[in-house]
Every structure is written in structure tokens, then in C-alpha cells.
Nanobody, 124 residues
Framework: QVPLVESGGGLVQAGGSLRLACAPA????????MAWHRQAPGKQRELVAT???????NYADSVKGRFTISRDNAKNTVYLQMNSLKPEDTAVYYC??????????????????WGQGTQVTVSS
């Protein structure tokens, strides 16, 4: 599988903003879908936002109008811009990337990888 590198979490006051970034490391052939999930303490992991290879986006109702998912295809990087943060947004955020890569020279394999998670804490 292909490891993902996440960055951008931290502590912010309610109403503030943060931007998360995630990129796969390795010889990527093509990125298909990219997504952000989150998991709060004691709760199940939930889908936050997705973006397809053509740029179509989808959001959880709880973040619509506040969060924006985007991707830089040249850098194989997905971003999550989080504005107007609320204490209930506090969670570990995970990126998920699906695509294909060169597992060995000239041989393309599928991958579906998860990031290690980055903590986002919103204080009231």
C-alpha cells in the first residue's frame, strides 16, 4: 500500500480556521477519489467530505458551508479548509485516498490508503 502524509491539525478557538493537507508518498500513477473522515472520542468514524477525480464534491450536512475540500492534481494533494470551527468539530481527522501506483517498475496496482490521523481541537 501507499502511505499518506497528513499535516495541518492543531488547537484553535471556536470560530477559527484550520487547513489540513494530505498527500500519498510513492510512485503514483493516478488518483481517483480523495476524502476526509473524522472520529471524535467515543464516536464512530464519520465521513466529512469527498472529492472525485473530476472535482465533484460532497459534504456531511454538519460541515456544509463551513468546510471546503479541494485537490491539487499536480501535487496529488487533498486539502480540507475548515472555517467557522465549532467545539463539536473536535476529532482526529483522517484522509483516505484511492488510486493506482507503480508497485514495481511498469506494474500498476490499486491502493486504498488511510492517513495516520491528525488531531483537531476546537476550544469554546
Amino acid at each position: 500500500q501507499v502511505p499518506l502524509v497528513e499535516s495541518g491539525g492543531g488547537l484553535v478557538q471556536a470560530g477559527g480556521s484550520l487547513r489540513l493537507a494530505c498527500a500519498p508518498a510513492g510512485s503514483i500513477f493516478m488518483i481517483k477519489s480523495m476524502a476526509w473522515h473524522r472520529q471524535a472520542p467515543g464516536k464512530q468514524r464519520e465521513l466529512v467530505a469527498t472529492i472525485t477525480s473530476s472535482g465533484l464534491t460532497n459534504y456531511a450536512d454538519s460541515v456544509k458551508g463551513r468546510f471546503t475540500i479541494s485537490r491539487d492534481n499536480a501535487k496529488n494533494t487533498v486539502y480540507l479548509q475548515m472555517n467557522s470551527l465549532k467545539p463539536e468539530d473536535t476529532a482526529v481527522y483522517y484522509c483516505n485516498v484511492e488510486g493506482t501506483y507503480y508497485s514495481v517498475p511498469l506494474y500498476i496496482s490499486n491502493f486504498n490508503s488511510w492517513g495516520q490521523g491528525t488531531q483537531v481541537t476546537v476550544s469554546s
